[in-house]
């Protein structure tokens, strides 16, 4: 089985700070791991994702994350906030092989105070 | 725009009746996915088409339903509705090729009064 945990509810941070949210993901099998974000009132959008090769995965919207297998974490980063980063974010596992459905966190609710 | 299209956007209705909600997948993807999504319960996998079949099933109930149509579209069909149903319904769909990224539609929020 899969399961993932994201620390945190909620993570507030000053424009321009480090965003930092944090993810740790169980499975018995190599994961596919994903970061989605959701705007108020919209569905979620894809971030990035890690499968294989380079351990640290950049996506959109300067964000990136690390997948480290001995810590079981794939935390996502972003060096400076922005007003329009305030959102929900999910984190999310995956089999590698077989079974193809995403299983997320709770989500983090991400608050950017000017 | 992630190209999956979802409709209707807002849906109200009363206990004990049944709905029908349409998911239009990307150009070209044969798989859809719906999931739920509610306060208690989080993101929630229901289940998975494949090209018209059944691929996987995950935590739907028996009073609801889903197929996927020749010309790839899905509709998740919920019946005997109960006020916890409500919820947002999210579909996504995914290509057979690369890592089979799932993406997502804008959803339909579903109220059951």
């Known amino acids: 089985a899969q399961s993932v945990t994201q620390l945190g509810s909620h993570v507030s941070v000053s424009e321009g700070a480090l965003v930092l949210l944090r993810c740790n993901y169980s499975?018995?099998?190599?994961?596919?791991l994903f970061w989605y974000v959701q705007y108020p009132n919209q569905g979620l959008q894809l971030l990035l994702k890690?499968?294989?090769?380079?351990?640290l995965v950049k996506g959109i919207n300067g964000f990136e994350a690390e997948f480290k297998k001995s810590e079981t974490s794939f935390h996502l980063t972003k060096p400076s906030a922005h007003m329009s980063d305030a959102a929900e974010y999910f984190c999310?596992?995956?089999?590698?092989?077989?079974?193809?459905?995403?299983?997320f966190g709770q989500g983090t609710r991400l608050t950017i105070n000017p | 725009d992630s190209g999956v299209t979802q409709t209707p956007k807002h849906l109200i209705t009363a206990t004990g009746q049944r709905v029908t909600l349409r998911c239009s997948p990307r150009?070209?993807?044969?798989?859809v996915y719906w999931y739920q999504q509610s306060l208690d319960q989080g993101l929630q996998f229901l289940i998975q088409?494949?090209?018209?079949?059944?691929?996987a099933k995950g935590n739907i109930l028996e009073r609801f339903s889903a197929q996927q149509f020749p010309d790839l579209h899905s509709e998740l069909n919920l019946s005997s509705l109960e006020l916890g149903d409500s919820a947002l319904y999210f579909c996504?769909?995914?290509?057979?090729?690369?890592?089979?990224?799932?993406?997502f539609g804008p959803g339909t929020r579903l109220t059951v009064t």
């Open positions: 890690y499968t294989t090769g380079a351990t």
């Open positions: 999310a596992v995956r089999r590698s092989q077989g079974a193809q459905k995403l299983v």
């Open positions: 088409y494949y090209n018209g079949e059944e691929r």
């Open positions: 996504a769909s995914s290509g057979s090729t690369g890592y089979n990224e799932q993406y």
């Open positions: 499975s018995s099998v190599p994961p596919y």
């Open positions: 150009s070209g993807d044969l798989s």
